[in-house]
């Protein structure tokens, strides 16, 4: 059974607006625009776009915020929005720009309060605790009142927050904004042990590649609330032409000869000894290869993967993104 | 039952030691009410003072209708008032975080916030209460006393509906707080007087349509044996609580559509 069944999944806002003294128009936006999802147990998804396309409206109806325009939704088997309190009691959420942490008190405190709240037998909080004290290195601040700790530490505060009751499914939006490197390296490997042992669904967006890059084998990729793509990393790369990059170091500087004859090849840079070349799936790099030392002695070689940045910069210039204003 | 709470009460212990980490502000908010509430009562005197009745009623009895409203608004104030708070948390997107615990919303709303600050206000309208029955000379019954304590109650249920149903105006609108203050203060003021003060269309609104009469005046009536200058049955006095569960229902009705139609914020 899948964890997550969306499908023509809709959220319209209408935005009213000032224009001139008294008049307002209003216009309607189509925040998430029939999105079709489903995600198994386990999975551990990226939903990846800009900012804007609609992935926090999109987990905001997943985790019952938000009443969807139109679509159907499943959550764990429930309607998110008419049972709320019961799917609420089987997922976590950690909401990247809001903080379901007590501000004025100990970070400990928040994780007592939440005992309470999800009603969590003593004896499992406190081992479910211990896990995440230890992987998130909570122990320096766990007394520390949160208000007080940096963006970082919060971030794991709040990712601990919403596991202790054991959910099955982990909504995660934007959990590594704003952080710093170390931070942003803890949240991830943290997400990759939890996701290696399988048992909780995560879903997680972001509009930091390195995020899925490291942790996603699916990604799922909105753009102007419609997917624009659904699979894996090297899908999208085939899919969109992704580029890997040779780079060819002479021993002297050579003038580069004529690649044209060599199918998905060309020739992107050329510096004195050193010759950078882009190639797409149709390419063989033997050959190549074959061509290049022909042309001098060569000193150096390397074959870099294509950057994901590129692949996706590119699934972003769709034409109405891509207008300045 | 207890289990059902709990979650709520943690919730309340949690943000009173919250709140205690300011303790300047507790005091200064303590001394504020007491000061408005003085406020209020000095104005009512001054009035009492010139004309030495209102409304047909003589200075004791105008007190007792007073103290009653006074302590069904402490009362609401200190269990709900800081619902009006929900326009913060609309605002700021802390309602998104409260939707994805397993527990009420309004219940989560009204714990997060408890106003113990409030407590003088309750201490300090029941002393006028007190004051006012005595200075009235009230011929106790058992029946007079049970009406003593449920209609402040009720009363409360009341208001706690207008703060409740004034606050969800925010799910749409989110700059809705003068309306909101405009309603809850005004039925507070209009409450405190003798119905039979106000005049046509305006008394007729308020104090029948709107339910406002049943708060204080009505009930007042009856714990001081008076009929009513307005032509109304003895019973009614006795009825008056009545109107508080009517008033819960429909606020408890706009709150449900308020929440259905919680659209949060863009990030
Ligand atoms: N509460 C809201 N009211 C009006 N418009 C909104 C609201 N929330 C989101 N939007 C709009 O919907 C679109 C998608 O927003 P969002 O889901 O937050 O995107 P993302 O999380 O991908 O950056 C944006 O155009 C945003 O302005
Ligand atoms: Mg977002």
Redesign the pocket.
Known sequence: MNVIEARGLRKE?T?RAKAGRFRRTSSV?S??DGVDLAVERGELLGYL?P????????LKMMTGVLHPTAGDLTVCGYAPVPQRRRLAARIGVVFGQRSGLQWDLPLRDSFTLLRHVHRVPAGEHAAALRRCTDLLDLGSFMDTPVRQLSLGQRMRGELTAALLHSPEVLFL?EPTIGLDVLSKQAVRQFLAELGARGDTTVVL?THDLADIERLCRRIVV?DH?RVVHDGTLTQLHERYGSQRRVTADFAVPVVPGDVSGLPGVTLESAEAARLVFALDSTAEVGDLIARLVTWGTLRDLSIAEPEIEDVISRLYLSPATSIMS | MVDRIRPYLALIATQVRGQASYRTSFFFDLAGNVFFLGADLLALLVMLRTSGSLGGFDRAQVLVVFGLSQVAFALADLAVGNIERLRTYVRSGTLDTVLVRPLGVLGQLLAMDVGTRRLGRLVYSAGILAYALRLAHVHWTPAKALLVVVAPVAGAVFFASIFVATATVAFWWIESGELGNIVTYGGRDFTGYPVSVFGGWFRRLFAYALGMGFVAYYPALALLGVRDPLGLPGWVGWAAPAAAPVAALVAGLVWRTGIRHY?????
């Open positions: 806002f935005v936006v925040a998430v776009g900012n804007g396309a609609g992935k926090s409206t999109t939006d967006t909105i609330g | 659209r949060s914020t863009g990030s």
